[in-house]
């Protein structure tokens, strides 16, 4: 029966890196997918997940199933960790907390949540953003659309006209905003800007839909939440897909949540029961371990402590990475100006380099960066950036 199908394309990130691991090229260089690299070019273990997984093997007694939303423990570190201990929403009982498949898992059941009980809801996507989320939504049957964001002439947000596209969105849509560190383009807006489209979205009854992979790789863990945080001030239902993969270096134990926030306990209880039915139709209940280590990580103040000196560590890299980028290209060519790297955010940046010159960097160089130009910045390390300076100051 296969061999009347269409072989499918390769995912344009995915597929990337498996170019890049059959280039026999010793000084090649991964710019694509979005991992975090250290100073040595490799994705540690942090020593924080370590010491929780030892405790995790010496104590762990059982196997058995989780349960539907997970472990109750983990979604009470993740709204902790979302809105602060002891924040209104949470005192309320106006928010709970699935555990996922990673970011991704809650985005989709996100999105089967959505196409269930918003049948009407379009999602609105700023432009450009994260590769695969319109793919995530279309498998969900939801129909997306997008509101204008970046500004890519003066590589800045182009914040009059996303206020203006928002206005334009029918009420009782769905907006989806990238908490911290926007993928792919580093830009985030203020902390005042975020209050303005938390007000605005409240006004025209807007739901948010809040992507939030990185919280803690920007400005810190209290200082990334300002634009969820905006929200929740705003008095808006919420939906926020957070994942575990970058900031605890998680990334092969899938590990997310998907928390729901709702005007009353009651709403709650309604919106949640629906959700768990969406999850249990999908992959009916978690994986257990990656969830465990961030629980035990974050119910340990010595591990607590380890693990927000590890992130950061990473935050730190990243932006000395974006100066020295930046500094490496003033010094090797004034074809481009890359100073705007150091005031974004995060692990992307929208590079402005074209198709023909990624094109020419992977052939001739063995440099690998994702068609639109958007580059990883946490691959970037002191030993490969005069190589790859001198490669892109070739190819402008």
Request: charged share 20%; net charge negative.
């Amino acid at each position: 029966m296969f061999d009347r199908l269409n072989a499918a394309p390769p995912d344009a990130i995915l597929g990337l890196t498996e170019a890049f691991k059959k280039d026999p090229n010793p000084a090649k260089i991964n710019l694509g997918v979005g991992v975090y690299r250290d100073e040595k070019g490799a994705t540690p273990i942090l020593e924080s997940v370590k010491r929780a997984e030892a405790k995790l093997l010496d104590q762990e007694s059982t196997k058995t199933y989780v349960g539907i939303p997970g472990d109750a423990a983990y979604g009470v570190k993740v709204r902790d960790m979302l809105f602060g201990a002891g924040h209104e929403i949470i005192a309320g009982g106006r928010a709970a907390t699935a555990h996922t498949p990673g970011g991704t898992g809650a985005l989709r059941v996100a999105g089967d949540f959505i196409h269930t009980m918003l049948p009407e809801a379009t999602i609105w996507l700023s432009s450009p953003t994260w590769a695969n989320h319109p793919a995530v939504f279309k498998a969900a049957g939801v129909e997306t659309r997008t509101y204008p964001y970046y500004d890519a002439a003066n590589k800045a947000l182009d914040f009059d006209g996303m206020m203006a596209g928002l206005r334009e969105i029918p009420a009782g849509d769905v907006v989806l905003l990238h908490g911290c560190c926007h993928n792919p383009t580093g830009v985030d807006p203020s902390p005042a800007q975020w209050n303005a489209i938390a007000t605005l979205m409240k006004e025209r009854g807007l739901l948010p839909l809040i992507d939030f992979a990185y919280q803690g790789l920007g400005d810190g863990l209290e200082e990334d939440a300002a634009g969820l945080r905006a929200f929740c001030a705003a008095g808006c239902e919420l939906l926020i897909c957070n994942s575990f993969s970058k900031n605890f270096g998680l990334y092969n134990e899938r590990v997310g949540a998907l928390t729901v926030v709702a005007a009353t306990p009651e709403d709650l209880g309604k919106a949640f029961s629906n959700l768990k039915v969406c999850v249990r139709s999908n992959y009916s209940n978690p994986p257990f371990h990656g969830g465990a280590v961030v629980n035990e990580i974050l119910g340990d103040p010595e591990l607590t402590a380890l693990w927000q000196r590890e992130l950061a560590a990473m935050r730190d890299r990243i932006n000395g990475m974006r100066r020295l980028f930046a500094d490496t290209m003033r010094a090797k060519t004034d074809k481009m100006d890359f100073s705007f790297l150091t005031g974004e955010r995060g692990m992307f940046s929208m590079s402005g380099l074209g198709k023909d010159q990624v094109k020419a960097l992977r052939e001739q160089y063995s440099i690998y960066i994702v068609g639109s130009g958007r580059i990883n910045v946490a691959g970037m390390t002191e030993a490969n950036m005069d190589v790859l300076c001198s490669a892109i100051a070739a190819v402008l």
